[in-house]
């Protein structure tokens, strides 16, 4: 027999209460792993009362964390334990915490995603992420920290959708990153030396696509992550720096090149996460990335030339192929 769950405005929480509870992401940051042996994750939600509930959510699993991708998901917990913490209504763990996070964009398929085998959803909890989507599109700012690589600027930080195409170890502090987007930076992208790095990637392929890829150095609590990302695999990077650094050259006095540096810690939602393969952004992005793998390379030269795409925004590149 179905359970039929009573949920909690955020309005109502009072301390010492295990809830259960919808809302909208405000705030994130990935699944971590804390000091001791637990993964942990901090979300920020928020519901149609205007009131908001921060989540301190522990987990020996990376995977029993709930599965947040952007500023605007939408989650459904179960057994949240409430306590009072600086006078403010915190969540916590109790015993038997499941989440449930969907996709908050408006006409999206309504599909939990979750690590649970077995849960409960009715046509009652589809209404209610409807209404929270609604409620959200008029209510939640979209993430402007989520940007394509022609748009960045130095000195600035961002949240990247791209995919992997190398990984190297550069020394016991830093670990590298070659992704790309299907765009190019509006400045020329700084380099890492790779001959004495021992790379894991298809280096021709990643010739090829010259000034389409980029460098990302990955510093601390990021390396151990980094290290376990698989080539070919898509990724949202969380808070990646970037920064004007001058390069000398034989035949110039001094060249400017934009760097990425993922600093450690988790201030500001930093992290990666790996976005399933049907994940609404990556779907766009895969499109650009076989459009450049199997159209373009009997005239790439000429393509990066005439800059058709890499200068444009990806659905512009859409409609000119049609």
């Known amino acids: 027999p179905t359970t039929n769950y009573i949920y909690t405005p955020l309005n109502q929480l009072k301390g010492g209460t295990v809830v259960n509870v919808y809302g909208v992401v405000k705030f994130f940051k990935p699944p971590y792993l804390s000091k001791g042996t637990d993964y942990c994750s901090v ?15 522990f987990s020996r699993s990376y995977e029993a964390l709930p599965i947040i991708y952007k500023i605007g998901d939408i989650v459904r917990f179960h057994r949240l334990k409430i306590q009072v913490y600086k006078n403010e209504p915190q969540g916590i763990n109790s015993s038997g915490f ?13 599909i939990p995603r979750t690590s649970s085998k077995c849960f409960n959803f009715t046509a009652q909890d589809h209404k209610m992420v409807e209404a929270l989507r609604v409620w959200a599109s008029t209510h939640i ?12 600027q130095p000195m600035q930080y961002y949240d990247l959708t791209c995919q992997l195409l190398g990984k190297a170890e550069v020394d016991g502090t830093s670990f590298l990153l070659k992704v790309w987007d299907g765009t190019r930076t509006p400045f020329p992208s700084w380099r890492v030396l790779i001959q004495d790095l021992v790379l894991e990637g298809d280096l021709s392929h990643i010739q090829r696509l010259q000034n389409l890829t980029i460098d990302i150095l990955v510093y601390d609590n990021h390396i151990q992550v980094a290290k376990s990302l698989k080539v070919g695999s898509f990724l949202r990077i969380y808070s990646l720096h970037t920064k004007l650094q001058s390069v000398n050259s034989e035949t110039q006095t001094s060249l400017l090149r934009l760097e990425f540096h993922l600093h450690g ?31 373009v390379p009997k005239h790439f030269h000429l393509f990066l030339e005439k800059e058709i795409y890499v200068s444009s925004k990806r659905n512009t590149l859409f409609h000119k192929l049609k």
């Open 43 to 57: 979300v920020t939600i928020v519901d149609q009362t205007n009131v908001k509930l921060t989540c301190l959510l």
């Open 98 to 110: 499941a989440s449930l996070t969907f996709e908050g964009t408006l006409g999206t398929p309504v």
């Open 141 to 152: 700012s979209p993430s402007s920290t989520l940007v394509q690589l022609c748009d960045v």
């Open 265 to 295: 810690g988790t201030s500001y939602g930093r992290g990666i996460r790996v976005l399933p393969e049907n994940n609404s952004d990556v779907d766009q992005l895969k499109k650009c990335v076989v459009f450049i793998r199997y159209f």
